[in-house]
């Protein structure tokens, strides 16, 4: 499986992104599908999940200002990212798991993953 990630880029302080994940996968719809990130000098972190039936996932930093979302017919995840701060800026990376997926904020849980995307939030 290969994951390819996009969208991220320079945005101002309260603003909007989304970021999409393509992925290369036969049963894509099966996987589980997460966003980690991660700054300069920190650990990889969880950020949001969806499994293969729609039920999503956030980190409590995110929750109500970030919406994960799947488009199964075109392999495809995406995360809407809206009232960005300063403690957003990351690399952010998309990945995949199996449906079996048990701790949903564990990179270990995690097969595969994208390159990642740089989202930078200036003030």
């Known amino acids: 499986v290969q994951l390819q990630a996009s969208g991220g880029g320079l945005v101002l302080a309260g603003g909007s992104l989304r970021l999409s994940c393509a992925a290369s996968?036969?049963?894509?719809?099966?996987?589980?599908m997460g966003w980690f990130r991660q700054a300069p000098g920190q650990e990889r972190e969880f950020v949001a999940a969806?499994?293969?039936?729609?039920?999503?996932y956030y980190a409590a930093s995110v929750k109500g200002r970030f919406t994960i979302s799947r488009d199964n017919t075109k392999n495809t995840v995406y995360l809407q990212m809206n009232s960005l701060n300063f403690e957003d800026t990351a690399v952010y990376y998309c990945a995949a798991g199996p449906w079996t997926v048990g701790i949903i904020n564990s990179p270990a849980q995690y097969t595969y993953w994208g390159q990642g995307t740089l989202v930078t939030v200036s003030s």
């Open positions: 969806i499994r293969r039936s729609g039920r999503s």
């Open positions: 996968a036969r049963a894509f719809s099966d996987y589980v």
